[in-house]
């Protein structure tokens, strides 16, 4: 449901150059988007200093150009916005905030940032609306429409007849009146502006055909538009202009002046589609042969095809009549396939939910000990029976909320041109797999940590144009998006053949920034992973695109939260692949059962690295309360899950116990549990009312035997331990004292 | 219909008795009564869902001492609180009786950990003593009040601020 960004979004305190990296992100046709970026800059602009106000009323204005309808070329209207939030960006830096707002000085003298009725104000709901009121409106309104719709199409194969316009007035007249009373002013305003039309017609003084016909008709799918989409409103869905509302009315107030008139040639718009042909239809109706009318048309080639018909009497008045509404129907509606349910996004999650219940319940049974004692064969073969249809059961479900990434593709691709386009260079996209399916909750979730890699690698990775031919690359870069699934997990692969990680430029930016020691003897695979600790940036400079400071750490975060992990590997001068590897849902969790005292614990199977037990040479301990593992080489602490969590009776000895490795880079530990018991997924679920966030502890989930679990979080278990252990443990062993 | 229409009017003189009204009754507040070790409590029965046998904890680790933990109410998580601590009362192992009440208060949902759930009761809302000088100030703030039942006193807990202490 939520919209990429819109988190941000709603936030009110964006800054210009929140909204200059939103902009890049939102696609031209994104109304409700383009809306809120109009919002946010006007309550920007209320606090800014004069010299950035010019700019950005420009940039609301050609906001209001491109979401109106009116532009004829969208991506140069784009281009325009940024470059007048640039500019409002370099004014406000300038001015330093010293300067008092304009709006404080003089309110009236900004009249470009108030809301307006064009579409970036557009309002399709008024506050105090009575939704029941509002409800009866569009019903009666969708009747109105629809006899009007009826009495138009008579009308145009008998324009003289004045009982279909008096229907046609009616039903504007009534809509006018009800809408101006519940105050929807769009609505009521069309209506007032075709009701003024249809006078005219009702009057004589033109008649509803060709051009005219056309604009009755527009202004009938307009308001069809209108009620739609207060009809949304109503459900809270975000509401937007539809496209060339303004450009209607000003058709309905002086259509002469568009150069609309009774000849059908001149049709505002354009025909997109071809409608069948109105030949065609009585053919296929059986009311004339096809040589009889082609005959017809042929005789008298001045007439339209359905006068030409009249006149050689191949069919009635009637039929005619009739084939022109069927052919104006087909070519007017949508065609009306029912071939999906919508279903709410909560029901279908709390189905997957209770199907994740129906499979851990199944298997309660299929592991009784009745089932499974060899004395009721009979009834082993029905679990068994049961037990495949559940499974199936679960499939379906799952795949019921599984969505393709190509949207998400889509908008990283447009990224990609934008961004390269700024940097004035060119960059070759590829996309592979855009048809691998994800949960839809996570589609929104992975949406930022891949826009972060992708502009990571556009703006850090691929080097200049002259710098890639110096090194024998070719001049445009290839960046390539890679998205598949790999056991249970879906991977993304962003690998560019840029100018890749540089090893000794790592460990150099490390010393400075102090996360390592000089002289620490580290392997490849750390050096690289230290990009993904805080404050770290590679980047000489700070550019636009990318490289204030947060960077990776806040992707591997994001990517963390999902239960996923961020890999990267490079070779200098060659390239540099960021892999994102995701569970393909939130809803299931992979997870090893693990046993502390009475206490049993769910660990994400994505989270272990390894687990062992320990011989007592390879543990020590330090200064009597930091206890060490070597493993590998590595010397890693052991943090014991018993004093963490204060359980009673756990095995205390980690000779006698397991050591389970987790975590990476620094954060990479040995925990102490007594045993593994076994894996098993599990749907995780919030614990309950009231308890907030329990450090170290991620959910909770339904066991086996009913008994709730607790699903570890090892990111909160090397924080608690950290805390526990405090300044304890010297800081040459804790290896993430550095953060 | 014309049958209808006569019953209707057939009913016309009676209409005094209909609206005869029942002597007044004064209203009470229907409670559920529960034990805390030797002491009695009542929680008023409107925020009340349902009473489950108290198995199965699972344990919390790092959390304040009134909550017990959580339990799995039909696929459900619910939080189980524990009263004891916050009466100043001394920890007891379950027992047999020993039950869950879960609570609905508003979108708030929990379990209070009770010894025995007693009884169901009305109690006048005229015996209810809103001053608890008997306790000291800081239990008193989980209580709404008391009353005298039978010669035993009755605690009213006060769900929204048990509820707030979670928080």
């Known amino acids: ?739 | 219909m014309d049958e209808t229409s006569g019953a209707v009017e057939d009913t016309g003189p009676c209409k005094e008795d209909l609206y005869e009204r029942e002597a007044p009754r004064e209203p009470t507040l229907p409670l559920v009564v529960f034990r805390l070790g030797r002491e009695w409590y009542g929680v008023e029965i409107t925020k009340v869902k349902e009473v489950i046998r108290a198995s199965k904890i699972t344990y919390l680790p790092s959390c304040p001492e009134h909550i017990a933990g959580i339990v799995n109410l039909r696929g459900y998580i619910l939080s189980v609180t524990d009263l004891k601590p916050i009466f100043g009362l001394p920890h007891e192992e379950p027992t047999e009786k020993t039950r869950i009440i879960a609570i609905e208060s508003g979108v708030f949902e929990t379990g209070f950990l009770v010894d025995e759930v007693v009884a169901s009761i009305e109690v006048p809302v005229s015996k209810i003593e809103t001053a608890l000088l008997t306790l000291p100030a800081e239990r008193g703030k989980y209580l709404e009040g008391q009353c005298k039942v039978d010669d035993k006193l009755i605690a009213i807990v006060n769900v929204e601020k048990v509820s707030e202490k979670r928080a």
């Not at chain 1, 009747?143 to 007849?161: M, R, S, Y």
């Not at chain 1, 809270?236 to 000849?263: H, K, Q, T, W, Y």
């Open chain 1, 1 to 739: 449901m939520s919209k990429n960004g819109e988190g941000d979004m709603s936030n009110n305190n964006l800054t210009l150059d929140d909204i200059a990296a939103l902009i890049v992100q939102i696609e031209p046709t994104d109304l409700a988007d383009w809306a809120r970026v109009r919002r946010e800059l006007n309550v920007i602009a209320d606090s800014s200093p004069t010299s950035a106000q010019r700019p950005i009323a420009e940039a609301v204005k050609r906001i209001d150009q491109m979401t109106g309808g009116k532009a004829s070329d969208p991506s140069g209207l784009l281009a325009d916005i940024g470059a007048f939030i640039e500019e409002a960006i370099n004014a406000t830096e300038k001015s330093g905030g010293e300067e008092t707002p304009f709006s404080d000085l003089e309110p009236e003298q900004a009249p470009a940032l108030e809301p307006s009725a064009e579409a970036g104000g557009f309002k399709a709901l008024p506050q105090e609306a009575d939704p029941a009121l509002l409800e009866e409106f569009i019903n009666e309104s969708r009747d109105l429409i629809a006899g009007a719709e009826a009495a138009l199409l008579e009308l145009e194969t008998d324009p003289e007849n004045a009982e279909p316009v008096n229907i046609v007035f009616r039903a504007f007249h009534t809509i006018k009146g009800t809408s101006g009373f519940l105050g929807l002013d769009h609505i009521s305003k069309l209506a007032h502006g075709a009701e003024s039309f249809l006078s005219r017609i009702r009057d004589k003084e033109i008649r509803c055909i060709g051009g005219y016909a056309d604009l009755a008709f527009r202004s009938v799918d307009m308001l069809k538009d209108l009620i739609r989409i207060a009809q949304d409103a109503l459900r809270g869905v975000p509401m937007a202009a539809p496209d060339g509302l303004n450009d209607l009315m000003v058709l309905l107030d002086e259509p002469e002046a568009a150069g609309i008139s009774e000849d059908v040639c001149d049709e505002p718009g354009g025909v997109e589609e071809m409608p069948p042909r109105l030949g065609d239809i009585l053919v296929a109706q059986g009311k004339a042969g096809r040589q009889e009318i082609e005959a017809a048309v042929a005789d008298q080639t001045d007439q339209p095809v359905g006068m030409a018909i009249l006149r050689s009497e191949i069919a009635s008045l009637t039929e005619v009549g009739q084939a022109l509404r069927k052919q104006r129907s087909m070519a007017g509606s949508e065609p009306v396939t029912e071939m999906s349910v919508r279903v709410r996004t909560d029901r279908l999650d709390r189905l997957i939910e209770m199907v994740g219940e129906l499979v851990i319940g199944h298997s309660m049974v299929a592991q009784d000990e009745t089932v499974n004692s060899g004395n009721y064969l009979e009834l082993q073969r029905k679990v068994s029976h049961t037990d495949k249809i559940v499974r199936q059961v679960q499939d379906l479900s799952m795949s019921m909320r599984m969505v393709p990434l190509k949207a998400t593709i889509r908008k990283i691709a447009r990224l990609v041109r934008d961004l390269a386009r700024r940097r004035e260079t060119t960059i070759n996209f590829v996309p592979i797999g855009e048809d691998t399916e994800i949960d839809r909750n996570m589609v929104d979730l992975i949406n930022d940590p891949l826009v972060h890699l992708v502009r990571n690698a556009v703006d850090h990775g691929i080097e200049p144009p002259h710098e890639r031919e110096k090194n024998g690359k070719p001049r445009e870069g290839t960046l390539l998006l890679k998205a598949y699934h790999s056991g249970g997990n879906i991977v993304v692969e962003i690998s560019d053949d840029g100018r890749g990680l540089d090893r000794n430029k790592i460990i150099e930016k490390a010393i400075s920034k102090g996360l390592i020691q000089p002289g620490q003897n580290m392997s490849d695979t750390e050096i690289i992973n230290l990009i993904f600790q805080p404050g770290f940036s590679t980047a000489d400079k700070v550019t636009d695109i990318s490289g204030r400071g947060v960077g990776l750490d806040v992707v591997r975060k994001a990517v963390e939260t999902l239960r996923g992990r961020v890999d990267v590997s490079t070779e200098l001068g060659k390239g540099c692949t960021f892999s994102v590897r995701l569970p393909l849902t939130m809803a299931i969790t992979d997870g090893m059962l693990v046993k502390v005292g009475n206490q049993r614990y769910i660990l994400p199977t994505v989270n272990i690295d390894m687990s062992f037990r320990p011989n007592a040479e390879v543990l020590s301990t330090i200064v009597g309360r930091g206890e060490i593992v070597v493993f590998n080489g590595k010397v890693l602490p052991i943090f014991r899950l018993h004093s963490l969590f204060n359980i009673k009776d756990a095995v205390e000895d980690p000779t006698r116990g397991l050591l389970i490795i987790i975590g990476e880079g620094n954060q990479r530990c040995a925990l102490l549990v007594d045993e593994l018991i076994g894996q098993q997924q599990v749907v995780a679920k919030p614990l309950g009312d009231g308890i907030g966030k329990v450090r170290g502890i991620a959910g909770g989930a339904i066991l086996g035997d009913g008994r709730v679990g607790l699903i570890l979080d090892p990111q909160g278990i090397a924080v608690l331990a950290r805390q526990i252990s405090d300044s304890g443990i010297p800081k040459e062993v804790v290896c993430w004292s550095g953060t």
